[in-house]
Protein backbone atom coordinates (compact mmCIF):
# COMPACT_ATOMS: atom_id res chain seq x y z
CA UNK A 1 0.00 0.00 0.00
CA UNK A 2 3.09 2.10 -0.40
CA UNK A 3 1.61 3.83 -3.56
CA UNK A 4 -1.59 5.20 -1.88
CA UNK A 5 0.17 6.33 1.38
CA UNK A 6 1.55 8.08 -1.03
CA UNK A 7 -1.22 9.80 -2.99
CA UNK A 8 -2.70 10.39 -0.03
CA UNK A 9 0.47 12.81 1.18
CA UNK A 10 0.35 14.18 -1.81
CA UNK A 11 -2.85 15.78 -1.44
CA UNK A 12 -1.65 17.52 2.39
CA UNK A 13 -0.14 21.01 2.05
CA UNK A 14 3.50 20.82 0.70
CA UNK A 15 3.97 24.45 3.30
CA UNK A 16 3.31 22.00 6.32
CA UNK A 17 6.46 21.00 5.61
CA UNK A 18 8.19 24.43 6.11
CA UNK A 19 5.91 25.31 9.15
CA UNK A 20 6.93 21.88 10.66
CA UNK A 21 10.80 22.62 10.10
CA UNK A 22 10.63 26.54 11.40
CA UNK A 23 8.64 25.44 14.37
CA UNK A 24 11.10 22.64 15.53
CA UNK A 25 14.33 25.26 15.06
CA UNK A 26 12.23 28.12 17.14
CA UNK A 27 11.05 25.71 20.07
CA UNK A 28 13.58 23.00 20.34
CA UNK A 29 15.57 23.83 22.72
CA UNK A 30 12.79 25.31 25.10
CA UNK A 31 10.76 22.32 24.70
CA UNK A 32 13.65 19.98 25.73
CA UNK A 33 14.49 22.38 28.61
CA UNK A 34 10.81 21.96 29.76
CA UNK A 35 10.29 18.61 29.21
CA UNK A 36 14.01 17.84 31.16
CA UNK A 37 12.65 20.63 33.84
CA UNK A 38 9.59 18.61 34.32
CA UNK A 39 11.58 15.41 35.08
CA UNK A 40 13.96 17.12 37.39
CA UNK A 41 16.45 15.20 34.80
CA UNK A 42 19.63 16.84 33.59
CA UNK A 43 20.95 16.26 29.97
CA UNK A 44 24.78 16.63 30.58
CA UNK A 45 28.02 14.72 30.43
CA UNK A 46 28.48 11.52 32.62
CA UNK A 47 31.63 9.44 32.52
CA UNK A 48 32.76 11.83 29.99
CA UNK A 49 29.98 10.69 27.65
CA UNK A 50 27.56 13.57 26.08
CA UNK A 51 23.98 12.15 25.80
CA UNK A 52 22.73 13.59 22.23
CA UNK A 53 19.19 13.81 20.95
CA UNK A 54 18.83 14.55 16.92
CA UNK A 55 15.69 15.44 15.15
CA UNK A 56 15.20 14.28 11.81
CA UNK A 57 11.86 15.21 9.82
CA UNK A 58 9.77 13.36 7.14
CA UNK A 59 6.73 13.09 5.83
CA UNK A 60 5.76 9.52 7.14
CA UNK A 61 5.03 7.60 4.26
CA UNK A 62 6.11 4.17 5.70
CA UNK A 63 3.95 5.12 8.64
CA UNK A 64 0.60 5.74 7.04
CA UNK A 65 1.18 2.68 4.24
CA UNK A 66 0.88 0.80 7.34
CA UNK A 67 -2.87 1.48 7.77
CA UNK A 68 -4.33 2.17 4.52
CA UNK A 69 -6.36 -0.20 2.40
CA UNK A 70 -6.70 -0.73 -0.86
CA UNK A 71 -10.66 -1.75 -0.96
CA UNK A 72 -11.76 1.85 0.04
CA UNK A 73 -8.75 3.44 -2.00
CA UNK A 74 -11.04 7.03 -2.99
CA UNK A 75 -12.30 7.24 0.45
CA UNK A 76 -8.65 6.99 1.55
CA UNK A 77 -7.21 9.38 -0.99
CA UNK A 78 -9.79 12.10 -0.21
CA UNK A 79 -8.83 12.44 3.36
CA UNK A 80 -6.01 15.12 2.54
CA UNK A 81 -8.78 17.13 1.21
CA UNK A 82 -11.26 16.61 4.05
CA UNK A 83 -10.76 20.23 4.91
CA UNK A 84 -11.48 21.66 1.40
CA UNK A 85 -14.40 19.99 1.09
CA UNK A 86 -16.05 20.74 4.88
CA UNK A 87 -15.22 24.09 3.80
CA UNK A 88 -16.89 23.62 0.66
CA UNK A 89 -20.48 22.60 1.97
CA UNK A 90 -20.26 25.31 5.25
CA UNK A 91 -19.63 28.26 1.87
CA UNK A 92 -23.36 26.57 0.47
CA UNK A 93 -24.77 26.10 3.77
CA UNK A 94 -24.28 29.77 4.85
CA UNK A 95 -25.21 30.92 1.35
CA UNK A 96 -28.25 29.11 1.22
CA UNK A 97 -29.10 30.70 5.09
CA UNK A 98 -28.19 34.28 3.41
CA UNK A 99 -30.85 33.00 0.84
CA UNK A 100 -33.30 32.33 3.37
CA UNK A 101 -33.18 35.18 5.52
CA UNK A 102 -33.03 37.82 2.31
CA UNK A 103 -36.22 36.61 1.53
CA UNK A 104 -38.90 39.14 1.22
CA UNK A 105 -36.37 41.70 0.45
CA UNK A 106 -38.44 44.18 -1.71
CA UNK A 107 -37.74 44.25 -5.32
CA UNK A 108 -36.84 40.61 -4.72
CA UNK A 109 -34.47 39.41 -7.60
CA UNK A 110 -32.77 36.63 -5.26
CA UNK A 111 -34.88 34.04 -6.43
CA UNK A 112 -34.19 34.12 -10.09
CA UNK A 113 -30.59 34.25 -10.15
CA UNK A 114 -29.63 31.98 -7.16
CA UNK A 115 -28.48 28.84 -9.06
CA UNK A 116 -30.82 26.30 -6.74
CA UNK A 117 -30.46 23.31 -8.54
CA UNK A 118 -26.71 23.58 -8.82
CA UNK A 119 -25.76 23.81 -5.53
CA UNK A 120 -28.09 21.22 -4.13
CA UNK A 121 -26.44 18.81 -6.73
CA UNK A 122 -22.94 20.12 -5.33
CA UNK A 123 -23.93 20.16 -1.89
CA UNK A 124 -24.78 16.41 -2.18
CA UNK A 125 -21.66 15.66 -4.29
CA UNK A 126 -19.90 17.29 -1.26
CA UNK A 127 -21.91 15.41 1.28
CA UNK A 128 -21.40 12.07 -0.43
CA UNK A 129 -17.48 12.81 -0.53
CA UNK A 130 -17.23 13.69 3.33
CA UNK A 131 -18.82 10.11 3.53
CA UNK A 132 -16.14 8.51 2.09
CA UNK A 133 -13.51 9.89 3.92
CA UNK A 134 -15.32 9.38 7.54
CA UNK A 135 -16.25 5.31 6.46
CA UNK A 136 -12.65 5.10 4.95
CA UNK A 137 -11.71 5.79 8.60
CA UNK A 138 -8.04 6.87 8.62
CA UNK A 139 -7.54 9.44 11.47
CA UNK A 140 -9.33 6.28 13.36
CA UNK A 141 -7.21 4.05 12.34
CA UNK A 142 -3.90 6.14 13.38
CA UNK A 143 -5.10 7.18 16.60
CA UNK A 144 -5.79 3.19 17.32
CA UNK A 145 -2.42 2.66 16.82
CA UNK A 146 -0.30 1.49 20.26
CA UNK A 147 2.87 3.19 18.74
CA UNK A 148 3.31 6.66 17.87
CA UNK A 149 2.40 7.64 14.44
CA UNK A 150 3.11 11.53 14.37
CA UNK A 151 6.18 11.22 14.90
CA UNK A 152 8.88 8.27 16.90
CA UNK A 153 11.76 8.15 19.40
CA UNK A 154 14.48 5.33 18.84
CA UNK A 155 17.00 4.52 21.43
CA UNK A 156 20.50 4.11 21.18
CA UNK A 157 23.66 3.64 23.14
CA UNK A 158 23.30 6.96 24.95
CA UNK A 159 22.24 8.46 22.19
CA UNK A 160 18.40 9.13 20.85
CA UNK A 161 16.44 10.52 17.35
CA UNK A 162 13.58 11.90 17.21
CA UNK A 163 12.10 11.92 14.08
CA UNK A 164 9.01 13.88 13.32
CA UNK A 165 6.44 12.82 10.35
CA UNK A 166 5.48 16.54 8.96
CA UNK A 167 2.62 14.75 6.34
CA UNK A 168 0.90 12.92 8.89
CA UNK A 169 1.10 15.59 11.44
CA UNK A 170 -0.56 18.15 8.27
CA UNK A 171 -3.41 15.64 7.49
CA UNK A 172 -4.57 14.91 11.19
CA UNK A 173 -4.32 18.60 12.40
CA UNK A 174 -7.07 20.31 11.01
CA UNK A 175 -9.17 16.98 12.05
CA UNK A 176 -9.00 17.54 15.75
CA UNK A 177 -8.81 21.67 15.11
CA UNK A 178 -5.80 22.53 15.85
CA UNK A 179 -2.60 24.01 14.32
CA UNK A 180 0.13 22.67 12.49
CA UNK A 181 2.22 24.56 14.96
CA UNK A 182 0.44 23.31 18.16
CA UNK A 183 0.22 19.40 16.97
CA UNK A 184 4.09 19.70 15.79
CA UNK A 185 4.78 21.27 19.86
CA UNK A 186 2.91 18.53 21.43
CA UNK A 187 4.70 15.48 19.13
CA UNK A 188 8.13 17.60 19.77
CA UNK A 189 7.53 17.38 23.45
CA UNK A 190 5.91 13.75 23.51
CA UNK A 191 8.97 12.13 21.84
CA UNK A 192 11.47 14.07 24.09
CA UNK A 193 9.80 12.81 26.88
CA UNK A 194 10.65 9.66 25.56
CA UNK A 195 14.39 10.57 25.13
CA UNK A 196 14.67 12.39 28.79
CA UNK A 197 12.65 9.21 29.83
CA UNK A 198 15.82 7.10 27.95
CA UNK A 199 19.06 9.58 28.46
CA UNK A 200 17.76 12.08 31.05
CA UNK A 201 20.53 11.93 34.74
CA UNK A 202 19.02 11.76 37.64
CA UNK A 203 20.66 12.57 40.72
CA UNK A 204 22.71 9.35 41.44
CA UNK A 205 24.00 10.24 37.49
CA UNK A 206 22.00 7.27 35.82
CA UNK A 207 19.83 6.79 33.31
CA UNK A 208 18.08 3.80 31.67
CA UNK A 209 20.49 1.67 30.01
CA UNK A 210 19.05 0.96 26.28
CA UNK A 211 18.30 -2.76 27.24
CA UNK A 212 16.08 -2.37 29.93
CA UNK A 213 14.29 0.83 27.92
CA UNK A 214 13.82 -1.73 24.84
CA UNK A 215 12.48 -3.80 27.29
CA UNK A 216 9.82 -1.84 29.66
CA UNK A 217 5.98 -2.03 28.58
CA UNK A 218 4.42 0.26 26.35
CA UNK A 219 1.99 1.66 29.23
CA UNK A 220 4.69 2.48 30.88
CA UNK A 221 6.66 4.44 28.17
CA UNK A 222 3.38 6.19 26.65
CA UNK A 223 2.23 6.86 30.02
CA UNK A 224 5.40 8.88 31.02
CA UNK A 225 5.47 10.44 27.62
CA UNK A 226 2.56 12.25 27.95
CA UNK A 227 3.17 12.80 31.70
CA UNK A 228 5.57 14.89 31.23
CA UNK A 229 5.43 16.19 28.29
CA UNK A 230 1.86 16.96 29.86
CA UNK A 231 3.54 18.84 32.69
CA UNK A 232 6.12 20.83 30.42
CA UNK A 233 3.74 22.33 28.54
CA UNK A 234 1.14 22.79 31.00
CA UNK A 235 4.71 24.39 33.12
CA UNK A 236 5.12 27.01 30.36
CA UNK A 237 3.27 30.48 29.82
CA UNK A 238 3.96 30.60 26.02
CA UNK A 239 0.93 30.97 24.60
CA UNK A 240 2.10 28.30 21.88
CA UNK A 241 3.03 25.62 24.46
CA UNK A 242 -0.86 25.74 25.90
CA UNK A 243 -1.69 25.48 22.37
CA UNK A 244 0.16 22.08 22.15
CA UNK A 245 -1.61 21.40 25.52
CA UNK A 246 -4.58 21.40 23.79
CA UNK A 247 -3.68 19.17 20.75
CA UNK A 248 -2.43 16.57 23.37
CA UNK A 249 -5.49 16.66 24.87
CA UNK A 250 -7.56 16.53 22.11
CA UNK A 251 -5.61 13.22 20.81
CA UNK A 252 -5.78 11.97 23.92
CA UNK A 253 -9.69 11.48 24.16
CA UNK A 254 -8.91 9.55 20.90
CA UNK A 255 -6.40 7.32 20.91
CA UNK A 256 -5.45 3.70 22.47
CA UNK A 257 -5.47 2.87 25.83
CA UNK A 258 -1.42 3.43 26.83
CA UNK A 259 -1.99 7.17 25.77
CA UNK A 260 -4.29 7.27 28.34
CA UNK A 261 -2.70 5.68 30.68
CA UNK A 262 -0.99 8.77 32.48
CA UNK A 263 -4.16 10.21 33.92
CA UNK A 264 -5.28 7.01 35.13
CA UNK A 265 -1.84 7.12 37.32
CA UNK A 266 -3.40 10.98 38.27
CA UNK A 267 -7.24 9.88 38.79
CA UNK A 268 -6.96 6.55 40.40
CA UNK A 269 -3.73 6.32 42.14
CA UNK A 270 -3.16 9.76 43.06
CA UNK A 271 0.01 9.94 41.41
CA UNK A 272 2.09 13.04 42.13
CA UNK A 273 4.88 14.53 39.96
CA UNK A 274 7.33 13.74 42.86
CA UNK A 275 5.96 10.50 43.01
CA UNK A 276 5.93 9.40 39.06
CA UNK A 277 9.69 10.75 39.25
CA UNK A 278 10.89 8.44 41.86
CA UNK A 279 8.83 5.59 40.58
CA UNK A 280 10.67 5.92 37.16
CA UNK A 281 13.92 6.52 39.06
CA UNK A 282 13.59 2.39 40.28
CA UNK A 283 11.86 1.24 37.63
CA UNK A 284 14.99 2.27 35.45
CA UNK A 285 16.73 -0.08 37.56
CA UNK A 286 14.68 -3.12 36.69
CA UNK A 287 15.26 -5.04 34.14
CA UNK A 288 11.73 -5.65 32.85
CA UNK A 289 9.34 -2.87 33.68
CA UNK A 290 5.68 -4.48 33.31
CA UNK A 291 2.68 -2.23 33.75
CA UNK A 292 1.84 -3.70 36.90
CA UNK A 293 5.35 -3.32 38.85
CA UNK A 294 4.93 0.43 37.31
CA UNK A 295 1.35 0.84 39.23
CA UNK A 296 2.90 -0.66 42.14
CA UNK A 297 5.76 1.47 42.28
CA UNK A 298 3.43 4.54 41.60
CA UNK A 299 1.27 3.36 44.73
CA UNK A 300 4.76 2.86 47.30
CA UNK A 301 5.59 6.37 46.13
CA UNK A 302 2.42 7.97 46.45
CA UNK A 303 1.67 7.86 49.99
CA UNK A 304 0.00 3.89 49.91
CA UNK A 305 -3.59 5.49 47.95
ZN1 LIG B 1 5.13 7.86 22.57
Same mark, same amino acid.
Given at each position: ?????????? !????? #???????????? &?????????????????? +???? +?????????????????????????????????????????????????????????????? %????????? $??????????? +??? +?? !????????? $? $???????????????????????????? &?????????????????? %??????????????????????????? #?????????????????????? &?????????????????????????????????? #????????? $??? &? #??????????????? !??
Amino acid at each position: MQNLAHTILE !GVDQD #VERRVNSCVERF &RERVRDGVKDAYMFTLGA +RKNV +RHTISISIERGDAVLAGVVRSDDSLGMALSAYRDSIAGGLSCIRRLQSAKSSLQGVPGDELD %AIYPDEESD $TLEQFLVMLDG +RIE +RA !GIVQRLMSL $T $TDFLGAYSPAQRSGQIVLNWGLIGLLAP &RIDVSVEALTLKVLAHEY %AHALSHLGVDANGEHWELEAFWQADVY #VHEGLANYFSAAALAASDDWWF &REALIALERMVERQSEPYREFNRWKNDLGARPEG #VRAALRTAR $TMA &R #VSNRDFDQLLRDYSG !GR
